[in-house]
């Protein structure tokens, strides 16, 4: 089973400031890493997918990067509404699709 | 734009099997265009998927888990369904239906529904 480790657990940021998570696998897993974000009482929704290609309607704030092992999700100039708990996803391991742990980001 | 909305009981007893049922909306469960599945989320804590399921019938389920679960398509109805055996209090928690891109990454998802396993 691959794992993925986010860090950090949590984070306090104020608005306009510049967010980083990581996302680290267990082995290598090329560029099938992909990043949701789940605001309170939603349902998580697709941010980036493979590592670094942005989706269709996300603010461009938001940017992935990485390959191999280690890949990480950058939300430039912060704003109230990501509020919200980030995931990685890997789908390089099939049949078996695994998340990582999650990234609470709490607005100051 | 593809919607998917999860129905079924909120309530499982242990022991019994939890049934939920996905419709979907905005476009054919026998497209050729997406695997449909389930991803859980117990209360407070991460993403767990469940399995997916190919309109053709052809599946994937987590290892972990596929000794208890069951996922099937009915395309009469555009629905796809989940069923989880032999549940325990471990398997209290919100229950999404969702669309697999044939690329493997998760892009339509359903509201979610709590189901509590407990007697």
């Known amino acids: 089973e691959i794992v993925l480790t986010q860090s950090p657990d949590f984070q306090s940021v104020t608005p306009k400031e510049k967010v980083t998570i990581t996302c680290r696998a267990s082995?290598?897993?090329?560029?099938?890493l992909h990043w949701y974000q789940q605001k309170p009482d939603q349902s998580p929704k697709l941010l980036i997918k493979?590592?670094?290609q942005s989706i269709s309607g996300v603010p461009s704030r938001f940017s992935g990067s990485g390959s191999g092992t280690d890949f990480t999700l950058t939300i430039n100039s912060l704003e109230a509404e990501d509020a919200a708990t980030y995931y990685c996803?890997?789908?390089?391991?099939?049949?078996?699709?695994?998340f990582g742990g999650g990234t609470k980001v709490e607005i100051k | 734009q593809l919607q998917l909305q999860e129905s079924g009981p909120g309530l499982v007893k242990p022991s019994e099997t939890l049934s939920l049922t996905c419709t979907v909306s905005?476009?054919?469960?026998?497209?050729?265009?997406?695997?449909w599945g389930w991803i859980r989320q117990p209360p407070g804590k991460g993403l767990e998927w469940i399995g997916s399921i190919y309109y053709s019938g052809s599946t994937y389920y987590n290892p972990s888990l596929k000794s208890r679960v069951t996922i099937s398509v009915d395309t009469s109805k555009n629905q796809f369904s989940l069923k989880l055996s032999s549940v325990t209090a471990a398997d209290t928690a919100v229950y999404y239906c969702?669309?697999?891109?044939?690329?493997?990454?998760?892009?339509?998802w359903g509201q979610g529904t709590l189901v509590t396993v407990s007697s």
């Open positions: 969702l669309t697999l891109h044939p690329k493997y990454y998760f892009d339509y």
């Open positions: 082995q290598s897993i090329g560029s099938s």
């Open positions: 905005g476009g054919s469960i026998s497209s050729s265009s997406y695997y």
């Open positions: 996803h890997q789908s390089s391991s099939l049949p078996l699709l695994t």
């Open positions: 493979y590592a670094s």
